[in-house]
């Protein structure tokens, strides 16, 4: 039997972690460290700076390449593929690692549950096979650090929140039904598909980092300010995690 735990940590500082997430990875045999190539390696030494901070406990860690998603194709059979490569890349490392079954720990960045694939990799494990309980510690999302960071609540009062993605937002503009959206995974700028009068945007880069970085205003004034630092972050550091919430009037 396999016991892996999905351990939310937050957003890049290491104070983000609940006492259930240095709990869990404690109690772990086994810590899977994924890398991401050169150009995201601060994400690998801000894993490793975790554990360093955080276990008192002989716990092995144990670093993987990830693999690489194909830019080609139909997007979502392009990521059903990926996960298949994923999934089969973590029941390697298991096998090699813990032949006779233990506790597995993988970090997640944020929350296990929002916009992140951990749980649904897991499942394939599952699937394949594998004797496998999934457990899940919630942790900070991308989404609280933004609102925080910026004093300031998601909703408005008894109004929804749509939550969506940079490819949605930049095919459908404005969804339907909602004042407040929350843009995660955007490739850059999809805010530029809407018209810009009567929007307001909280913008926030490597929140909860060292380098975090942060802009709002009326969407007509700060956009170009936005696309601007987004891209200078981006060739500074290789690599960029953002979100932004908007709001009409």
Aim: charge should be negative; aromatic fraction near 6%; charged fraction near 20%.
């Amino acid at each position: 039997m396999i016991e892996l735990s999905l351990v939310g940590i937050g957003t890049g500082n290491p104070e983000h972690l609940t006492r259930a997430a240095i709990r869990a990875l404690n109690e772990a045999d086994l810590i899977l460290l994924p890398r991401k190539g050169a150009e995201k390696a601060e994400l690998l030494d801000l894993r490793r700076m975790v554990c360093a901070d955080v276990l008192s406990t002989d716990v092995k860690l144990a670093e993987f390449d990830l693999p690489v998603r194909d830019s080609r194709g139909e997007y979502l059979g392009r990521v059903q593929d990926w996960h298949e490569a994923i999934a089969q890349t973590w029941a390697g490392q298991i096998a090699a690692h813990l032949p006779d079954g233990g506790r597995v720990a993988l970090m997640v960045w944020g929350d296990p549950s929002l916009y992140d694939s951990s749980l649904r990799i897991a499942a394939r494990l599952g699937a394949d096979g594998m004797a496998l309980r999934v457990s899940v510690v919630p942790g900070i999302t991308s989404l609280s650090a933004l609102t925080a960071a910026h004093a300031i609540a998601l909703n408005t009062i008894g109004a929804p929140v749509i939550i969506t993605t940079g490819r949605q937002l930049r095919e459908g503009g404005w969804p339907d039904g909602a004042d407040s959206v929350a843009v995660m995974l955007d490739a850059g700028s999809a805010f530029d598909v809407l018209p810009p009068q009567g929007l307001y945007i909280w913008w926030g880069a490597y929140l909860g980092m060292p380098q975090q970085a942060l802009v709002a205003g009326p969407l007509a004034d700060v956009a170009s300010r936005i696309t601007r630092l987004r891209a200078e972050l981006r060739a500074a550091h290789g690599w960029i995690m953002d979100i932004y919430l908007l709001r009409r009037n």
